[in-house]
Structures are given as C-alpha cells and as structure tokens.
C-alpha cells in the first residue's frame, strides 16, 4: 500500500496550470474579501486592516511567481518554501503591528486568520524539510500540502467577509487584545 501512496501521480495536482488558476482564485477571494469588508462590514477596524494586509500580501505572492519562474531570487534564500515562510510571518507581524499601534482589538476573523496562517507556516516548513533537505522526489505530503495552502487561504478570506462561527478554532486562539 505505501508503494501505492509513493506512485500518486501529483503532476495533476501540482501542474503550473492548475497552481495559476487556484492562485488566481485565491487572490480575487481577497480582494472581494477586503471590498466587501470596506463596503458592507464597515462595523470592524480590525477587519479592514487584516483584509488589506491579506489581500496585499497575496497580491505581492501571487505576482511574485512571475519572479521565481524566470529563475529570479526573492527575499532571502533559494529555498522557496522558507521564503514563504518569511512571507506569512511578515504579514502576521505587520497585522499586529498595525493593530498595536491603532490599539484596535483583534476581531475573531483575524485571529483565526493568523491560526490558518501558522497552520500555513508549518506546511511550508515541513514541505523545505522534504524538498530540500531529506531531498525526497514524491512524498505523501506534497499533495496534501497542495490543497492545504489554498483551503487554508479560501478559509481566510471567507472569515473575513462571512460571519461564521468555528468554535474550535477560537478557543485554539488566545484572547490578547
């Protein structure tokens, strides 16, 4: 059976065409995120400023590839996973940030936000274990972290602009101001 699990065939999930498409759609969901936050949710600061952050930062990633496609370099290493890392841990940190400064409260969508976010971070950090470090050419992983990134992200964007309630999550987050 494990053979069986080796041998998926992850050029499906993993094809450029298909990465562009879902990336696209990632995108424009934060961007209808954040205007719908602007122009029907005007109840929440700390919305506001997380819808933007997130859908500038996804912006800038989704653009970025164009950067890496033509053999560039960004941020800091040629581990591409790690610079995402660097990535969400900057976009969390600039949320905060921004949210301190403001003294605004931290609306429940953005904290579970920056959960699905570190949930981001530690798949990005797994996948650089396997990809560059243990070097392994297939691995069960790579196409559960496929569809993990971009559920992650539509969750995001969703808790943004819905008002729906996952009580596990919230109790997985502190209540910091």
């Known amino acids: ?18 990465i562009i498409a879902i990336d696209t759609v990632v995108f424009f969901a934060f961007v209808l ?9 005007s109840d929440s600061r700390s919305l506001k400023i ?39 841990a900057f976009t969390i940190f600039t949320i905060f940030a921004i949210h301190t400064l403001t003294k605004t409260l931290h609306h429940k969508a953005v904290k579970f936000a920056f959960l699905m976010t570190t949930i981001n ?13 243990m070097r392994y050419p297939s691995h069960w ?19 943004f602009a819905f008002k729906f309630r996952l009580n596990w999550a919230y109790r ?5 101001p």
């Open 50 to 88: 997380a819808s933007l952050v997130y859908a500038f930062s996804y912006g800038t990633g989704f653009f970025m590839g164009d950067v890496i496609d033509e053999g560039g370099k960004y941020l800091a290493w040629n581990a591409y996973y790690l610079n995402w890392v660097i990535f969400d």
């Open 33 to 41: 995120a954040a205007l719908y936050v602007f122009f029907k949710r």
């Open 1 to 18: 059976m494990a053979d069986k699990i080796d041998m998926l065939d992850v050029n499906l999930i993993n094809s450029w065409s298909y």
């Open 141 to 159: 992983f790579y196409v559960v972290y496929s569809s993990l990134v971009n559920v992650t992200a539509i969750l995001i964007a969703s808790g």
């Open 172 to 176: 997985c987050t502190s209540n910091y």
């Open 121 to 133: 971070m530690c798949s990005y950090l797994i996948m650089h274990y396997l990809a560059f470090e």
